[in-house]
């Protein structure tokens, strides 16, 4: 191994063009060409890598010396936990200076992006952010030279982002308009008019993620190289395969002359249950003329009738002489040939004959003599199913043929960022890499592009492409993605791999970076690990996933481990990020209780959420979300790090200074205005209710006890600033939206799912605050917008929920002012009466309205008599754990816990109510996560 460093470290390589050995500056130092850069870095990785401390460090790769050196590109990239992030940032960074201003309102507007650029598919991964979409956001918050941190990278589409912030072309893509005298970045208010919000030029970039797969990509995406003399690497790569590999892939047609196959259609062999005989599940299933796959199909021996899910597969013995393993797999045959005929306008298809057949069977005997990977498939929640196959090992997740040609392609990649192109095709040239009926019949091919996203699926009837051809595709699109970034420096990133959680940045740079923008794991959505093994053990190194921030079974990770990452992540970046400046993080999944795990570990590691909103597919807009709601579209969350100023005041102000401080802080970070259409859209932060729950978890999360109460709050909140169609405005602010709001035709509410009680009460309030309604005007309304009661959840009726939140008119005495003023606003028969007026009160009679804060705390000690009293009766609770809850009961027994200083009381109850119902209510989980801390720390004592 020490030979094999020391040949690295010569670097007498051709993998770098002729262009690159001009003198370079790289990190405040000089070097007369690229190689000796090279060089330079290498060595002190080298010597790094003999360190023990620093292999310890979280969540550093499985591989050896040799090929982290070989992959790595120091110091904008290692295969490893980067050493040199720190003098990036001494180099590139600025120091926080409390004084200088900045001020940004969270980004609320549309974001609109396709992924369909050449960068966009350069090469797949499972999730990826178009770098268009996170321009936008990079040009909002930062300046030119700005420091950026994203360290959840993945293929690093935020480093391509900040490089193209300096191009003109790019940024005037976006719909933006560019000064070229001053680099002034230009976009339109609300009336139209240009007006300027940022400036054009490069930001700098760390870029850190555990997957070594992906942080190769990103190394690549972010690099600097030739992009013609990369071409013609490739060229000469593929003309150098194409002589010694074109043969494989050759077949003739009828009249003798050879074609070259376009792709093979390989079957799952079924053996039948009757009569022991071979089914060939593309000849009995497969319905050519109809475009569909039978669910039952006859025996083509015996004509009973079978089906897939009931039929055994065959099986049969695969031999690797370099491991000298057999192994059992299920059987596959070729079934069909699309090849095409040189000069020949049309492509041609056949059966496999006997020639076909007799060059796959000598290929099959044919020893590989080239290294490829024999690296066994770990245990996982992904990996399970083509292990059940068969496919044990990644050498068995190709056809020969194909397997015999890579490991060729592969022992002939002399120039290194070749090794991209090949790792962006071996997905479609895998059995993953699944036949689509309808798109063979209708779409004129059937050549899919890789297997299913985010999983690992082994199907029946599976597409084998020629590796030249894939690679040649692959090919054009990179060549014109990285011709796209032919005017950016390729220096203005360094990616590092390791895990989040722990980042190789000591607590000297604290405060050092301008902005933060991540696309994390969420939950169970993807197993990362395990779905980029294939591409890993190509690389020849492996992600450490002891760090890796998911829900797996299989690594015995709950989502109490998945949080616990992630606070630990977000609070790496809150500990970089500086006072005042904003997280952007964006979400993309389904489940609520994932989503209000992301949000308490937002909130654990001291940021405060100003703006969550959803984007909008279908008519490209964004919708705020408020609650724990069902979450069905991706989510862009804005978070701050509170500023120096306010978090030294806070430490020094009483409880009551401490409430207002915060208010005011808080609300100076809020959107001002959201528009869609014609129509300003409602701030959810904005909403006095949410502004107090904002308080409350602030002073809990902060060890200090809640000086105020919710009435108490909202008339401070009169007091003190202006309302605004139901939301809470700064001065300066509310002559802002006063403007906006004259210039549109109305307000656009919220879309309410209403799941469980809590949001049942959001959904009455909206309906009942600008039209109170009768019982029987409110129910068929009420039940349509059910969107399935959470099942662990008790289902109240809507007549106990109105009845403990809202207040109905009997039409005895005045009628009430919110009446009155829908009444005579919509009934100009009953305008000009008074409000004892008989005709008034009848109209008036039997109608629900939200009460004014004085009624409202009336009715809220009530409910929360009660609430507490069913608390007791869960608390009290032996046995089994509780199948349903009503959980605002839980919420008020355990604030009522938390003032009592009561932390046992709120564990206890805690474990008796269905997990479920835990992990998807933000509140539970801040008062239970907070209680846990708080009995932890008087254990110590």
Partial sequence: MADRKQDLLDLKDPNYSSAEYAAVECLGKTFSNDKERREYFTAILAEKLNDPEFRRTDGFPIGDDENILELSNPPFYTACPNPFVEDFIRHYGRTYNPEREYKRDPYATDVSEGKTTPIYNAHSYHTKVPHKAIMRYILHYTNPGDLIMDSFCGTGMAGVAAELCGDYDEVESLGYKVEKSTGEVFSKDDDGKWVPFSKLGERKVILNDLGSAATFMAGVYNSSFNCEFFSEQAEDLLKNAESQLGWMYETKHKDGVVGKINFTI?????????????????????????????????????????????????????????????????????????????????????????????????????????????????????????????????????????????????????????????????????????????????????????????????????????????????????????RSKDNCSGKSSIVSMGSATRLPISSEFDNSLDYVFIDPPFGSNLMYSELSFMWESWLKIFTENSFEAIENKTQKKTVDIYRSLMTQSFKEAYRLLKPGRWITIEFSNTKSHVWNNIQTAISDSGFIVGNVSALDKKQGGINSIVGSTAVKQDLVISAYKPDDGFENRFSRESNDEGVWDFTRTHLSYLPVVKRQANEVMRIPERDPRILFDQVVSFFVRNMRDVPISSKEFQQGLVERYSKRDGMIFLPEQVVVYDRARASVKGLRQL?????????????????????????????????????????????????????????????????????????????????????????????????????????????????????????????????????????????????????????????????????????????????????????????LF
């Fill in 751 to 939: 879309v309410i799912f209403v799941d469980d009680e809590a949001s049942a009460i959001e959904w009455l309030r909206q309906h009942l605050t600008d039209k109170p309604q009768s019982y029987q005007e409110i129910h068929p309304k009420f039940i349509s917008e059910l969107s399935g009661w959470k099942k662990a959840e008790v289902l109240l009726e809507l007549a106990k929920i109105l009845e403990q939140n809202f207040i109905r008119y009997d039409g005895n005495g005045p009628v009430p002012t919110q009446i009155n003023s829908y009444l005579t606003k919509n009934w100009h028969e009953v305008r000009d009466l008074g409000r004892d007026s008989p005709a008034l009160k009848k109209k008036a009679k039997d109608r629900w309205y939200v009460p004014n804060p004085d009624r409202e705390e009336d009715l809220q000690k009530l409910r929360e008599r009660d609430l507490l009293k069913q608390f007791e009766e869960y608390k009290s609770h032996s046995g089994r754990q509780l199948k349903t809850v009503r959980m605002e009961a839980v919420r008020c027994g355990f604030k009522k816990a938390w003032q009592d200083k009561d932390y046992t009381t709120i564990i206890q109850v805690a474990e008796k109510i269905p997990e479920s119902l835990l992990q998807e209510d933000p509140k539970l989980l801040m008062w239970y996560d907070t209680a846990m801390t708080r009995e932890s720390d008087s254990s």
């Fill in 266 to 482: 390989w079957s799952d062999v079924f053996v039948c249950s009757e009569c022991a005989e071979d089914i060939i599940f593309w000849d009995a299933a497969i319905d050519l003329e109809l475009a569909k796959v039978r669910d039952n199909f006859p025996c083509p021996s015996c004509n009973v009738l079978a089906s897939k899910k009931n039929l055994p597969r065959k099986w049969i013995s695969s031999y690797n002489p370099k491991s000298d393993c057999t192994t059992k797999v299920t059987a596959q045959v070729p079934v069909l040939i699309n090849y095409s005929i040189e000069g020949a306008a049309k492509r041609f298809e056949k059966r496999p004959d006997d020639d076909d057949l007799a060059l796959i069977k000598k290929v099959e005997s044919m020893d590989i003599e080239e290294w490829f990977p024999m690296d066994m498939l770990p245990a996982g929640d992904k990996t399970s199913e083509p292990i059940s196959n068969g496919i044990v090992s990644v050498d068995l997740f190709y056809t020969k043929r194909n397997l015999l040609a890579l490991s060729k392609i592969y022992s002939l990649i002399e120039y290194a960022p070749l090794r991209f192109l090949f790792t962006a095709a071996l997905g479609g040239l895998s059995k993953l890499n699944q036949f689509h009926l309808k798109n063979y019949i209708f779409g004129g091919g059937g050549v899919n592009p890789g297997p299913r996203k985010g999983v690992i699926y082994t199907p029946s009837i599976s597409l084998e492409n020629p590796p030249l051809k894939v690679l040649r595709d692959r090919l054009r699109t990179q060549v014109r993605a990285f």
